[in-house]
């Protein structure tokens, strides 16, 4: 994520001024870069409605400080090569929202872990967003719930929540579920100098990512002063029954913050969360 100069289906905040994305680098890709992945998944990608404009290869940190290769697309999705290629073909798909084709398993407990570790251990403000996100996901008694733990324990466990200390900006990033489990890597940076409630907002949005929702302006990016599709050919996401079709200024999965966020989903996002869960 980025700071941006004042000027991620009905997806689940954003104050009057909008300033930081959730991890979306918005900067121009060289034709090396984007070379850098097969065009068979740069075609499943946009089968997939993804922008495959700003689509490369990167060196994803995980919580013990190694890395490994990770795709990276609209600026604070990662998944593997494999992750890409098991993703379902959506074109031409009809439908509610194409993302229940590709969701976490019903009834499912997802282990997730604070990572306290040295390097790329949670702040104390990380812990905390961490702790109210889940609990903002547990009250609404969907099928999937979450049993949150912290240490360094993190390899058996469905998600891991941690900071990146190499990340430039602020904000965070995840990925896609894949075979009914949700992303494993959920990252955060730069967001200690904002409060609590901005800490809970972004990692309640990344988790969003992770069990299957796209920014809720995914056709517009306009909370980040922008005017951009995300996914290929013009094609945007379908709605989910009973959330608006147009901008939702207080969703929790818009693709920018402010740092007024108070972190909490809104009416049309516990409906979607409902309908999905």
């Given at each position: 994520?980025k700071?941006m ?7 689940l905040?954003?104050?009057?001024s ?16 984007v070379?850098?992945?097969s065009p068979e998944?740069v ?14 290869m ?8 190694t890395?490994?290769p ?10 593997t090569?494999?992750?890409?290629l098991?993703?379902?073909n959506l074109?031409g798909?009809?439908g509610k929202n ?8 019903q ?9 306290t ?8 403000k990380?812990?905390?967003?961490l702790?109210?996100?889940v609990?903002n996901y ?12 912290f240490?360094t324990d993190y390899?058996?466990?469905d998600m ?5 200390p190499s990340?430039?900006?602020s904000?965070g ?16 940076y730069?967001l200690?100098?904002?409060?609590n409630?901005v800490n809970?907002?972004?990692i309640?949005h990344e ?7 796209r ?5 517009t990016r306009q ?19 009973g959330t608006?079709n ?6 929790i999965?818009?693709?920018c ?12 996002d516990?409906?979607a969360l409902?309908y999905?869960?």
């Open positions: 994520m700071k100069k004042f000027s991620r289906v009905a997806l905040l954003v104050g009057a909008f300033f930081a994305c959730q991890s979306e680098k918005n900067e121009q890709l060289d034709a090396a870069a070379n850098e992945v998944i075609a499943k990608l946009a089968n997939y409605d993804v922008n495959t404009n700003d689509v490369k990167v060196d994803f940190m995980l919580p013990d400080g890395t490994t990770m795709i990276q697309m609209e600026g604070d999705i990662h998944m090569e494999a992750q890409a098991d993703l379902p074109q798909i009809s194409y993302h229940t084709n590709n969701l976490v398993a009834n499912t407990v997802i282990d997730i872990i604070g990572f570790g040295g390097g790329n251990g949670l702040s104390q990380g812990r905390t967003g702790q109210w996100a609990n547990n009250r609404l008694n969907l099928s999937i719930t979450f049993n949150l733990t240490g390899q058996s466990k891991v929540v941690y900071n990146n990340q430039s900006g904000g990033s995840a990925g896609f579920p894949t075979g009914g489990n949700p992303h494993k890597f959920v990252q955060i730069g200690d100098s904002f409060s409630n809970e907002h972004v309640t988790i969003g990512h992770s069990v299957g929702f920014h809720s302006d995914y056709t909370s980040c002063g922008q005017n951009s599709n995300e996914g290929s050919a013009g094609v945007g996401a379908n709605p989910i029954p608006p147009g901008y939702d200024p207080t969703s999965m818009l693709a913050f402010s740092g007024s966020s108070d972190g909490e989903f809104n009416n049309n516990v409906t409902n999905l869960y």
